[in-house]
């Protein structure tokens, strides 16, 4: 069951789980999944097709027809409030639905609920009250929880996101799910004798190069999406590999965009002039010369990117510049280094559709807590 699922970037992380000798088979199944934005519901729906989807309010919703049929329970309550970029919005009424996420384990008591949220969620007071609830008079009681701030670059992402991940695993499993082993790493450490030391060794993280190496056999698309509406009421639906289309950017933008090098950012603009005359910084940035230096950045191309938001299309608000192109990310490379699959199909107008790419959980993610939970529960072969 996926809660607050969005356009299922968890659900298609645990989708994609497989071993090799089932490789063609999923080891999850989405049986049930709540999201409330129609756009999001939408996609959700097309591309899982879960035995019911309920796209009401999360606090109308009952769990209990779904009783000892959950073996696993994921979702990331919404994190507005406790981002980096909301600052000072504590009292966000949105930081209490992970209130509603208990209630739905409380009730379904699944083997195993993996719950996502910012960074930031580990230190918050929220945080300290989800713990609480694991006391022996707690919704959470009969559960161990643990908790740690994953990096999806270290699983193969080409996306440097950290994220809190709390797994709560049932006490009647014994031994509580583990988060799962890096795969990568940013310096990888090569053992002489790797079986000597019992383990294997990392790869380097994945650079963001791997994305433009596919999108660069593309042609930039018109700016706007073609008309199709479907039966849900909202545009789609949108293949991701349909996603891959041009802005329109100001003259002003465009001269700024061929002013930054490679691995540059806004302070590259300082003191420079367009040909017609227009000053390419600002006040603002000039004067604030310690501040972020991700504003109006170029992506490294061996890196990973920073982390895609919701807002991924504006350089303005984050690197966001295509690595030697002059211009932002498409939709289409924000997908690509968010995991989702080319066939990958989407519905909303471009606003909503950036909105489930840069809310979403990384595929990659998704799969390596896939595999940790597989691992604990030894599920056995699908059927």
């Known amino acids: 069951m996926d809660l607050f699922a969005g356009c299922g970037g968890f659900s298609e992380g645990f989708r994609s789980y497989a071993v090799d000798q089932y490789?063609?088979?999923?080891?999850?199944?989405?049986?049930?999944?709540?999201e409330a934005d129609r756009a999001a519901a939408a996609t959700y729906?097309?591309?899982?097709?879960?035995?019911?989807?309920?796209?009401?309010?999360?606090?109308?919703?009952?769990?209990?027809?779904?009783?000892?049929?959950?073996?696993?329970?994921?979702?990331?309550p919404p994190c507005q409030g406790f981002s980096g970029l909301g600052r000072g919005h504590g009292n966000d009424p949105r930081n209490e639905l992970w209130k509603?996420?208990?209630?739905?384990?409380?009730?379904?008591?699944?083997?195993v609920f993996v719950m996502e949220n910012v960074d930031r969620f580990v230190s918050s007071p929220q945080f300290a009250l989800l713990k609480g609830e694991a006391r022996p008079d707690g919704m959470l009681r009969g559960y161990h929880l643990r908790t740690q701030v994953l990096n999806a670059a270290d699983y193969g992402v080409p996306q440097a996101r950290k994220?809190?991940?709390v797994i709560g695993s049932h006490r009647d499993l014994g031994e509580p799910v583990r988060?799962?082993?890096?795969?990568?790493?940013?310096?990888?450490l090569v053992a002489e004798e790797p079986a000597l030391f019992g383990a294997e060794t990392l790869e380097p993280w994945t650079a963001v190069s791997t994305v433009f190496q596919r999108s660069a056999r593309m042609e930039l698309r018109d700016p706007e999406l073609p008309e199709r509406c479907s039966v849900h009421g909202v545009p789609g639906p949108y293949r991701t590999d349909e996603l891959h289309f041009r802005r329109e950017p100001t003259a002003l933008s465009v001269a700024r965009y061929k002013a930054i090098p490679p691995g540059g950012n806004r302070h590259d603009l300082t003191g420079k002039w367009s040909e017609d005359g227009q000053y390419l910084s600002t006040p603002s940035w000039d004067s604030h010369r310690t501040g972020t230096g991700d504003?109006?950045?170029?992506l490294h191309a061996d890196r990973p990117s920073v982390t895609i938001r919701t807002e991924f299309f504006k350089p303005e608000k984050g690197r966001y510049l295509h690595p030697s192109e002059h211009r932002p990310i498409t939709y289409y490379e924000a997908a690509l280094i968010q995991g989702f699959p080319d066939d990958y199909r989407w519905y909303g107008n471009k606003s909503a559709i950036a909105q489930q790419i840069g809310n979403a959980v990384p595929i990659g993610l998704g799969r390596a807590l896939a595999n940790a939970i597989c691992e604990r529960l030894a599920i056995g072969a699908f059927r």
Do not use: C, W
């Open 100 to 111: 509603e996420y208990l209630r739905v384990v409380a009730v379904l008591r699944p083997k």
């Open 179 to 188: 988060h799962p082993a890096p795969t990568h790493a940013k310096t990888p």
């Open 45 to 76: 729906k097309a591309n899982h097709q879960p035995d019911l989807f309920f796209d009401g309010d999360i606090t109308d919703f009952d769990p209990r027809p779904f009783e000892d049929s959950i073996d696993v329970i994921a979702g990331g």
């Open 163 to 165: 994220r809190t991940i």
């Open 295 to 298: 504003v109006m950045g170029r």
């Open 23 to 34: 490789a063609h088979q999923p080891r999850f199944r989405s049986v049930a999944a709540v």
